[in-house]
């Protein structure tokens, strides 16, 4: 392992007194030890985090304009791609980027796939972009070889996203003893909801060029359509969870108790988040939960609670035992 991991856990906040309010503990989190955390990264880290900025920026940028311009906010030519795309994208890389400094791989074989994620979250965006300032649609069209050129470079970009995401969780399932188990879980429960999400994608676009070559181009964009609440509700669980486990880490409990804390989140995120893939598959809008079988709808409230229960112990847990330094793998 030693040829493997070679970054170190260190801790990013000095101990204290958490229990004196929310003020403070916002503080600490949000400001010293997010500042000392992008102080201690390396250059590839800061350089995908300035991507991450930029492209989550877009993403506002262009929410800007469809409140100025207006026009449709649904459809395969709209400014909600541009938005939707620019922010989803914008938070991934950033995710990855902080989520596998917990993950033990060699230095250059995660800078490596670093590049390629961020290049491939470049492309995406570029490409959803320029494609709706010209007024055309980005996924499915190949009608010219411009607009063909653009949907076969985003394609490529996905096939990047999906093998770099492949070498990130199978670098995670490896034991690291310097990683405390509550990080562990959340790190590979994180990868599994992100994988199911590339899947759901890779399905949405292999649904959409069959139908753009057996049926019309217009039927490709309504094929996918009912798969996208499955493929945003696990998109961002890789953020979600080793959240959890990482606030955790501020609070002077036994390792044990996080891990218990870490896992009821992940059940609870699961059970959520799957009874959303299923919905899809059966063609029901997880949205209107009343139309859904009674067991999925209990599985899914079940799942929000114990989701959300996580949260509030981690939480009361910052704001009312005493506090420990912090984690982070850099």
Known sequence: MATEQVRSVRTVVAPGPMADGLGPVLRRLGGQALATFY????????????????LFGSGLVHLVVQAVVGGPWDGPVSWRKPTTFGVAFGLTLATITWVTT??????????????????????????????????????FNVTTPLNAAFAYTAAVGG?????????????????DPAI?????????AGFAAFLVALAIGALMIFLGVRDTRTVS???????????????????????IMPMLAWLTSFVDWPEARRVRIVALGCIGYGLAAGVV?????????????????????????????????????????????????GIEHA
């Open 159 to 175: 096939a990047l996203l999906i093998a770099t995401t492949v070498l990130f969780a199978s670098a995670a399932v490896r034991r």
């Open 277 to 325: 893939v299923v919905d899809t598959f059966i063609a029901v809008n997880p949205l209107a939960p009343l139309n859904a079988p009674l067991i999925t709808s209990v599985l899914a409230g079940g799942g929000i609670v114990a989701l959300l229960a996580a949260g509030v112990l981690a939480v009361r847990g910052l704001l009312t035992q005493p506090a420990r330094a």
């Open 39 to 54: 102080r201690r990264a390396g250059t590839i880290d800061r350089r995908c985090y300035t991507i991450a900025v930029v």
């Open 217 to 239: 181009q217009a039927a490709a964009y309504t094929v996918g359509a009912a798969f996208k609440s499955g493929h945003a509700a696990t998109m961002h669980g890789i953020l």
């Open 102 to 139: 917990f993950v033990p791989m060699r230095e250059r074989t995660r800078k490596v796939a670093l590049t390629e994620f961020a290049g491939a979250c470049v492309a995406e965006v570029t490409v959803i972009t320029v494609q709706a300032w010209r007024g055309v649609p980005s996924h």
């Open 180 to 188: 405390p188990p509550s990080m562990r879980i959340a790190v590979r």
